[in-house]
């Protein structure tokens, strides 16, 4: 704001001051209320004015009501935004969280009664058949000769690649097993192996 020289003295404003006659209490209260903000009279009575203006708020009229009123739905927006996150909660804990303790809880009562570790069961492999050649009753000629043409291709394939594969052994480390292969052939014998 500028300031106006009168007299010799500087006024804060564009214009002079102006007395209002107001009720000596009404006078106090603003005073005090004034003083909160550490500004003049006149910026925190320019500052209510612009807020009142800026807002639509008439202070003898509906405003308060309409801010009340907007306070309130937006209270009872969140409410029942908050009821849905917790039925969201209670239903997962319903659903997914206390099937699954309980399940954890009777395993491990059971663990815990029976005292004993869990001991592994060795795996067991199997002989290697070789009747997988003879002809079946159940299985069509056919097909069978099919079976028996797709195994010999795979057998000659698979002998291939047995035939590329050399043992390296480096300076460092262990030795291991390289196959000689393009990416062109590697990328058929999966597409193939699918």
């Known amino acids: ?28 209260r ?36 309409i801010i009340l009123d907007s306070i309130k739905k937006l209270e009872r927006q969140m409410k ?32 815990v009664r029976d005292g004993r570790k869990p001991r592994r069961e060795p795996v067991q492999i199997q002989e290697e058949r070789m009747d997988f050649l003879e002809p079946r009753n159940t299985v069509p000629k056919v097909e069978h000769d099919r079976i028996l043409q797709e195994f010999e291709s795979y057998k000659k394939h698979c002998n291939e690649i047995l035939n590329n594969v050399e043992k390296v052994e480096p300076m460092m480390g262990k030795p291991y097993l390289k196959i000689n292969m393009d990416i062109g052939n590697f990328e058929s014998l999966k597409h193939q192996l699918k």
Do not use: C, W
């Open 1 to 28: 704001m500028e300031k106006q020289s009168t007299n010799g003295r500087t006024k804060k404003g564009t214009g002079g001051y102006s007395n209002i006659t107001i009720k000596k209490e009404t006078a106090t």
């Open 30 to 65: 603003f005073r005090s209320y004034s003083k909160r903000f550490s500004k003049s009279h006149s910026e925190v009575l320019d500052g209510m004015m612009q807020y009142f203006k800026e807002n639509n708020l008439d202070p003898f009229g509906e405003g308060t009501k």
């Open 80 to 111: 029942k935004k908050f009821d849905r996150l917790i039925a969201i909660i209670k239903n997962m804990e319903k659903t997914s969280i206390r099937p699954t303790y309980e399940m954890m809880l009777i395993l491990y009562e059971a663990y």
